[in-house]
């Protein structure tokens, strides 16, 4: 399964897997159309399905243009109704979809959105758990090739003035370091190639500091994925 970042920040988010079958899909459309269109090499219509896990802007700028534009887009109702959104198909929490050759499981996800969820990708060959925006997982996840999880910060990289509200939310809805390295330890991570650390904070992280933490606990190769 071949990943692709095309946008992993605070300003916008999208990525997009190939399956070993030809299978596209688009995970996140937190850019606008035209963005999207050029990120993705004039490729929208080829996609067989665009994958959101919530409805905040950096992650669905642009659901209602890609659904007008008769690119499926598949999201929770919670999602669905937050957008406003017609037309979409709609994801379950634990009820696997097919997608050509890629499995879909949708899983519930901790963010402060209507129905936020995270995904386990399998075209058979590779399993991709792809899991953003959320304070933590409450699942484990057995024969995974590849991880795309979201390291958003480092608690000592937090400003001692930052408000109590703010620290609240941000230890609640978002992926620390600290959570990320917990996760891991959690999982079985004997078939894993590659883990891939996405939306990392643009005031509270440190790229090369968490790639080498994490490389260094699991012996594993580690990308940052930056805009």
């Known amino acids: 399964m071949d990943f692709r970042s095309y946008a992993s920040s605070s300003r916008g988010n999208c990525y997009e897997i190939r399956s070993t079958g030809g299978t596209r899909l688009l995970l996140e459309a937190g850019l606008p159309i035209a963005e999207l269109r050029r990120r993705t090499g004039f ?28 690119v499926p887009v598949w999201c ?40 936020p969820l995270g995904f386990l990708l399998s075209d058979g ?44 939310r941000l230890d609640e809805t978002h992926m620390s370091l600290t959570a990320v390295r917990e996760m891991l330890a959690a ?11 996405l939306h990392l904070s643009a005031s509270h992280s440190d790229a090369d500091r968490f790639r080498r933490e994490i490389e260094g606990q699991t012996g594993l190769p580690v990308t940052v994925e930056e805009e």
């Open 187 to 197: 999982n079985d991570l004997r078939a894993v190639r590659e883990i891939r650390l």
């Open 76 to 115: 929770s109702a919670g999602t669905a109704l937050a957008l406003g959104l017609s037309g979409c198909r709609v994801l379950h929490e634990i009820d696997q979809v097919r997608v050509g050759d890629v499995s879909v499981l949708p899983f519930a996800t901790q963010h402060d959105a209507a129905e």
């Open 43 to 70: 490729g929208l219509s080829a996609m067989d399905a665009v994958l959101i896990t919530h409805e905040h802007g950096d992650h669905a700028r642009a659901a209602s243009d890609l659904l007008r534009a008769a």
């Open 125 to 168: 060959i590779d399993k991709l758990l792809f899991a953003t925006d959320t304070g933590y997982l409450r699942w484990r996840f057995s024969g995974l090739t590849m991880i795309a999880i979201e390291c958003n910060f480092a608690l000592d990289l937090l400003p001692a003035d930052l408000a109590p509200s703010r620290r609240r």
